[in-house]
T-cell receptor, first 112, second 112 residues
C-alpha cells in the first residue's frame, strides 16, 4: 500500500543536522506529504506536512523537490530524544476522507 | 490530561476469548481511528469513524467490531481471539478526516 520509499536506517551525531530522504515518484497532484515519527514504546507523533513549498515548524523543516517526487525531512540539530522511526506518508483520499498508509520508515539512531 | 487515552495498556488473554479495548479523546475531534502494528512494526489502518459513522473499514476479519457510543469514544471489540491478533493496537483522532492525527500510546495485546 505504501507509496513511499525510505532508507531502513540512518545514524547521526548529537547536535548535527539530519537529512531524512523520501522518494514518492507516483505522487499525484493533490497528495500531501506527511511526516510522522514513532519514539520507542509510543504512538506515532505528527512532525510536519506540505504540498509544494518548503515548510518549517518548531520540530523540523520539510524540503520538497520541484517535481514533488521526493522530499527531505531536516532536523536542524539532532538530540538523543530525536531517536525514533520516521515515516514519510502520502495521504490517500478515500470516500471523501483520507487515510494514512504507513511504510517501513527510517530508524534514526542519534549518537552522543 | 492525556489527549488520546487507551485502556488497558497491556492485555494478555487466551485464544478463543472475547476482549475489548477502549479509547477516549478529549480534544473535541470528529474523527477517530484504530491502527494495528504487528511484530514487524508495520502500522496498518483498521477502521475510521467520523461523528460516530464508519467511514473506513479496511479488510479486517469481522471478529473485530468497532463501536462508537459518541464522538469522543471509539472502542474495539474482538471476538474469538487468535494467535495472529497479537499486536499493538493504536487509537488515534483528528479534527476532521483530512487533518493530522493524534495517537494514543497503544495497547499491547498478547494472545496465548
Amino acid at each position: 500500500d505504501a507509496k513511499t520509499t525510505q532508507p531502513n536506517s540512518m545514524e547521526s551525531n548529537e547536535e548535527e543536522p539530519v537529512h531524512l530522504p523520501c522518494n514518492h515518484s507516483t505522487i499525484s497532484g493533490t497528495d500531501y506529504i506527511h511526516w510522522y515519527r514513532q519514539l520507542p514504546s509510543q504512538g506515532p507523533e505528527y512532525v510536519i506536512h506540505g504540498l509544494t513549498s518548503n515548510v518549517n515548524n518548531r520540530m523540523a523543516s520539510l524540503a520538497i523537490a520541484e517535481d514533488r517526487k521526493s522530499s527531505t525531512l531536516i532536523l536542524h540539530r539532532a538530540t538523543l530524544r530525536d531517536a525514533a522511526v520516521y515515516y514519510c506518508i502520502l495521504r490517500e483520499p478515500q470516500g471523501g476522507s483520507e487515510k494514512l498508509v504507513f511504510g517501513k520508515g527510517t530508524k534514526l539512531t542519534v549518537n552522543p | 490530561d492525556t489527549a488520546v487515552s487507551q485502556t488497558p495498556k497491556y492485555l494478555v488473554t487466551q485464544m478463543g476469548n472475547d476482549k475489548s479495548i477502549k479509547c477516549e479523546q478529549n480534544l473535541g475531534h470528529d474523527t477517530m481511528y484504530w491502527y494495528k502494528q504487528d511484530s514487524k512494526k508495520f502500522l496498518k489502518i483498521m477502521f475510521s469513524y467520523n461523528n460516530k459513522e464508519l467511514i473506513i473499514n479496511e479488510t479486517v476479519p469481522n471478529r473485530f467490531s468497532p463501536k462508537s457510543p459518541d464522538k469522543a469514544h471509539l472502542n474495539l471489540h474482538i471476538n474469538s481471539l487468535e494467535l495472529g491478533d497479537s499486536a499493538v493496537y493504536f487509537c488515534a483522532s483528528s479534527p476532521t478526516s483530512v487533518e493530522k492525527l493524534f495517537f494514543g500510546s497503544g495497547t499491547q495485546l498478547s494472545v496465548l
